[in-house]
């Protein structure tokens, strides 16, 4: 019994200091951190992915878990839900928002596609790395967890501050892509989107977004 003791309090000491914890970069190492991060993504024409998008409600206990594709070219975004339900949201250069379901597309107009076009916007600047640039809508801190770098954005705008009190962007070792995106919204949800099998400027066809 006293064996076990030991091993499980070696253990638990062995996991509690090998566990990455966020530090803050100096303002030195943000500054080079973003310039290094901005020169990478700037030579990001394209990119594919899939995507695993997990909501935590303060409402709900369980979370809701969706997984898809999306695909980015120019000033098109295309997020295609495959599940639990087949549809896909698309935010055209000209600034039109789509949504196709059931084999049919329809513009999404009025308040419902601001809103995500709004939200789109944020993906797009986050996933391309132009949320980091100096006039964007967020101030930014840069933190290093292991061997990658995160960006902590919070809001300058009012109504972004409406919306969201904070936004994370976990970058790969590269430090060329985003991994992840965590989105704290100001009712107190969580929206953390997981990317995986990212592709960098591989041609996407136009039809993609038609």
Not at 42 to 64: G, H, N, P, Y
Not at 174 to 186: L, Y
Request: hydrophobic content about 40%; charged content about 20%; aromatic content about 8%.
């Amino acid at each position: 019994m006293r064996k076990l003791t030991i091993i499980l309090i070696l253990l638990a000491l062995w996991f509690g200091g090998s566990a990455q914890t966020m530090k803050k970069a100096t303002p030195e190492q943000s500054k080079k951190m973003v310039e290094t991060v901005g020169k990478a993504t700037a030579a990001v024409k394209t990119i594919q992915c899939d995507f695993t998008q997990v909501r935590q409600s303060t409402m709900l206990k369980e979370k809701q878990t969706s997984k898809g594709q999306m695909y980015f070219a120019g000033k098109n975004l295309k997020w295609a839900y495959t599940t639990p339900n087949k549809y896909a949201l698309i935010v055209k250069g000209d600034g039109q928002v789509l949504i196709q379901q059931d084999g049919k597309t329809k513009k999404a107009d009025g308040q419902s596609g601001q809103l995500f076009k709004g939200i789109a916007q944020i993906v797009m600047n986050s996933v391309t790395g132009a949320a980091l640039s100096e006039n964007s809508d967020f101030s930014v801190e840069m933190y290093t967890l292991g061997d990658t770098w995160v960006a902590k954005l919070t809001p300058k705008q009012p109504k972004l501050k409406k919306m969201f009190t904070s936004i994370y962007l976990h970058f790969n070792d590269k430090h060329n892509a985003v991994t992840k995106v965590e989105m704290k919204e100001a009712n107190g949800d969580t929206t953390t989107i997981t990317f995986a099998n990212t592709k960098l400027n591989e041609k996407i066809a136009e039809s993609v977004f038609n």
